[in-house]
């Protein structure tokens, strides 16, 4: 059975160019998170469109191997022709697969250096049994790195009327859909429950304020992921349709507001697989 729950946020084109607009914002502090060296070899979980997927590819250089996999057909197959359009399908593999029981052969089980996920935990039922299903799939001392997020640590001020009850029910949307909207925070107990030792943590922050080159750019996001998940935040029941409606509405105009800011971002935590091989089988 699957380990993946419901993925809240679709993958029609709208969410895609979302999707592409939001790694062209934070790739450059995941690379320097990740530290891919010339010649490591890399699985990428949760690859989706592939910018990073393919960013890593071109960092471990023409030696080096890596393979995205993602659940979505529809995503592989936008990766593969960004990546042909761009001269760089030679980089990277993309595979369609399931995160907790990724299309691997058997051969390449152990043997990747580095194994990597970024906003994919908190779209699973099991996030655990996808983090030791990375542990099994680098080699011995190879590295397990983590990327993902906790819903609660928002700060919004001044607040826009009613954002923050959106954002509650956003939170109990995950809930429902049997994912967990607080991994962001659980990075390293979820590499010491894979066998892995932890080695370090970090956060990348991506908020902003009324004045940031970037400001209107990351609020319309917000905005977007709202809209796109608004099925699904009614469904809580927390709130109708009108005062999602007027929230959205506060939200947008917000920017325009000179003492405009919000505080958010993304934990980062890195694993080593235990020289010892009892992660195998």
């Known amino acids: 059975m699957s380990k993946r729950s419901s993925y809240i946020h679709g993958t029609d084109p709208q969410e895609q160019r979302r999707l592409s607009l939001l790694n062209d914002r934070l790739n450059a502090a995941s690379l320097r998170e990740i530290g891919i060296k010339p010649g490591e070899r890399v699985l990428d979980l949760g690859s989706g469109l592939g910018q990073l997927t393919r960013a890593m590819a071109a960092a471990s250089g023409g030696s080096g ?13 936008e990766a593969k022709r960004i990546a042909r359009d761009a001269n760089e399908e030679h980089l990277v593999e993309f595979r369609v697969g399931d995160a907790a029981s990724p299309p691997l052969r058997e051969e390449e089980w152990g043997t990747f250096d580095v194994a990597h996920t970024r906003f994919l935990l908190e779209h699973v039922r099991d996030p655990q049994s996808v983090v030791r299903t990375m542990a099994r799939a680098v080699r011995p001392g190879g590295r397990i790195v983590l990327e993902d997020e906790d819903h609660d640590i928002l700060r919004i001020w001044p607040e826009p009327p009613g954002v923050l009850a959106m954002w509650r029910a956003y939170i109990e949307s995950y809930v429902r859909l049997g994912n967990d909207p607080q991994v962001g925070k659980k990075l390293v107990a979820l590499l010491h429950g894979a066998g892995a030792r932890p080695r370090r943590n970090n956060s990348i922050f991506f908020g902003g304020c009324s004045g940031s080159p970037h400001f209107a750019g990351l609020v319309e996001n917000m905005i977007r992921i709202m809209e796109g998940a608004r099925e699904e935040i009614l469904a809580t029941g927390l709130l109708d349709a009108r005062a999602f409606a007027s929230a959205v509405e506060s939200l947008r105009t917000w920017p325009e507001r000179p003492d405009a800011a919000f505080w958010y971002g993304m934990g ?7 020289q010892k091989g009892a992660l195998d089988g």
């Open 65 to 77: 191997r890596v393979v995205g996999v993602d659940f979505s057909v529809e995503q592989v197959e």
């Open 268 to 274: 980062v935590s890195e694993g080593i697989r235990s």
